[in-house]
T-cell receptor
């Protein structure tokens, strides 16, 4: 079965320091991987995706993610954290239905807290 | 605003009452999804529409739940005889047929059953 694991419930980082939010996945076939962010009282916002190609994917707001096939990981990173990055982050994998359409399977989420 | 719109944003209802939520997807997006998110969890898939056809339903969608997308544009999700366990955030998302699976989410409807 396809699944996503986010091993950390919360990540605490000082402003200006680099941040990493971890994600591992289990899929059959080639993975399509996504990161979304959720701010309070807001919907999920798409950050970035990995479909194929370069293992380092760049996305919105200075975030990037590194795809590692051997470790089945897709960790979210940012070189210098901002207080405004504090939010709930979700990793997701796309799974296909037999009819060729798809849905997303999400991890449980990681709360990022950036302290001034 | 051309994003996904959901109404109402919040709904408090008594156990046993029926509720209906509406989702207006991004125009020209053929695909529409409903997800449910409970506290401390990621969104869980409920159902999928391509145009007006409901093509997939999760086992989470009990007989008390029904979803429609009558003209392939907006969608409604109805919960009959609500239970306290139905309390959650209900999220709607849409995506085009192309676009490598990127789904755009609405702000959600938070349901509280008392």
């Amino acid at each position: 079965a396809q699944s996503v694991a986010q091993p950390e419930d919360q990540v605490n980082v000082a402003e200006g320091n680099p941040l990493t939010v971890k994600c591992t996945y289990s899929v059959s076939g080639n993975p399509y991987l996504f990161w979304y962010v959720q701010y309070p009282n807001r919907g999920l916002q798409f950050l970035l995706k990995y479909i194929t190609g370069d293992n380092l994917v760049k996305g919105s707001y200075g975030f990037e993610a590194e795809f590692n096939k051997s470790q089945t990981s897709f960790h979210l990173k940012k070189p210098s954290a901002l207080v405004s990055d504090s939010a709930l982050y979700f990793c997701a994998v796309r799974t296909m239905f037999s009819g060729g359409y798809n849905k997303l399977i999400f991890g449980a989420g990681t709360r990022l807290a950036v302290h001034p | 605003d051309t994003g996904v719109s959901q109404n109402p944003r919040h709904k408090i209802t008594k156990r046993g009452q029926n509720v209906t939520f509406r989702c207006d997807p991004i125009s020209e997006h053929n695909r529409l999804y409903w997800y449910r998110q409970t506290l401390g969890q990621g969104p869980e898939f409920l159902t999928y529409f391509q145009n007006e056809a409901q093509l997939e339903k999760s086992r989470l969608l009990s007989d008390r739940f029904s979803a429609e997308r009558p003209k392939g544009s907006f969608s409604t999700l109805e919960i009959q005889r609500t239970e306290q366990g139905d309390s959650a955030m209900y999220l709607c998302a849409s995506s085009p047929v192309i676009g490598q699976g990127v789904a755009f989410f609405g702000q959600g409807t938070r349901l509280t059953v008392v």
